[in-house]
């Protein structure tokens, strides 16, 4: 029971860190009125929901799309490790990576009455490294009781993603700018080890493969 209760939190602290709602809420207040409270609330709840579903598809059937192209887990390990490891950095550095969210999007964003969906939920929360990340997580979940306990981890931390949404103008009030870059870069440290752990696990498992 200890073993799973580890592995439970360790899901949820992997998905938080690489999701970042922090950033998540400071980029959203930037693109949005952060004093019309229902539509921060309303945009909250889309794209938490939006994040869930993507989410739940990418564990359902993410890896049976790799697999009728033969890429194994390996390699998807290999990648997600390196988009992560860009994600780190930028993290590390303070800065919102381009592998998250461009500038062209950013544009874009600026012009629309929702954003909710694009680009909030999707690239913001939901890009490469958290796609990988859940593919990787759903692959070393062995047997139903894991399964079921990644997919628990999934809704907890998207109702994680909602609060913090949800709260996004309060949070930014008192972290600040600082603050926020601060969290971010602690954030960025445990991505950093997750991407270390994916590259190193995904290049060995080949090279054992291959040898």
Do not use: C
């Not at 409270?37 to 869930?52: H, I, N, W």
């Not at 887990?73 to 998250?100: E, Y």
């Not at 009455?113 to 990787?136: E, H, K, Q, R, W």
């Amino acid at each position: 029971m200890p073993e799973l209760a580890q592995l439970f939190l360790h899901d949820i602290l992997a998905l938080i860190t690489i999701l970042n709602p922090v950033a998540a809420a400071s980029i959203m207040v930037s693109l949005i009125d952060p004093a019309d409270q229902d539509y921060v609330k309303r945009t909250a709840r889309t794209a938490s929901l939006t994040l869930l579903a993507a989410s739940l598809v990418t564990l359902a059937g993410g890896g049976l799309i790799f697999q009728l192209f033969g890429i194994n887990v390996l390699s998807i390990k290999v990648i997600g490790g390196v988009v992560l490891l860009m994600l780190a950095l930028s993290m590390i550095n303070g800065r919102v990576a381009s592998t998250r969210h461009s500038s062209a999007e950013n544009q874009e964003a600026q012009e629309k009455d929702d954003i909710s969906i694009i680009p909030l939920a999707i690239p913001i929360l939901f890009g490469p490294g958290m796609i990988a990340t859940l593919i990787v997580l759903n692959n070393h979940s062995v047997g139903t009781v894991q399964k079921l306990l990644l997919y628990a981890a999934v809704v907890v931390s998207t109702v994680g993603v909602f609060l913090t949404l949800r709260y996004a103008v309060n949070i930014n009030r008192f972290l600040g700018e600082t603050g926020t870059r601060i969290l971010t870069r602690l954030m960025g440290l445990v991505v950093g080890a997750i991407a270390a752990q994916f590259l190193v696990e995904g290049v060995k498992g080949l090279w054992e493969a291959a040898a």
